[in-house]
């Protein structure tokens, strides 16, 4: 069984910088790509970045490029989250997500969330 769980969030004023974390169990993590999206109150969930298996290659959304950075530690089975200058409009809950084999196919896994928000 494939489990995420993400850490990190918390309350902080614009212009702050947080680091979310996300922890994965029951598939070899380095095999796989890594992706964050994050969804805000009465928006739909939206792609944040991704982070590629090797870790030396990255891609984001054009609001967290500049401004984020995924990074990941195989050793650890653990990507990263770093967010900087924060703004108000990046509240919401984030979520770390990868797609991968297990249980004999290939499906979409998430963590529960971890809940940002910025204050102005």
């Known amino acids: 069984q494939v489990q995420l769980v993400e850490s990190g969030g918390g309350s902080v004023q614009a212009g702050g910088s947080l680091r979310l974390s996300c922890v994965v169990s029951g598939r070899t993590f380095s095999a796989f790509n890594m992706g964050w999206f994050r969804q805000a109150p009465g928006k739909e969930r939206e792609f944040v970045g991704v982070i590629y298996q090797n870790g030396a290659n990255t891609n984001y959304a054009d609001f967290a490029a500049g401004r984020f950075t995924i990074s990941r530690d195989n050793a650890k089975n653990t990507v990263y989250l770093q967010m900087n200058s924060l703004k108000p409009e990046d509240t919401g809950i984030y979520y770390c997500?990868?797609?991968?084999?297990?249980?004999?196919?290939?499906?979409?896994?998430w963590g529960q969330g971890t809940q940002v928000t910025v204050s102005s």
């Open positions: 997500y990868v797609y991968c084999y297990a249980a004999s196919s290939w499906g979409d896994y």
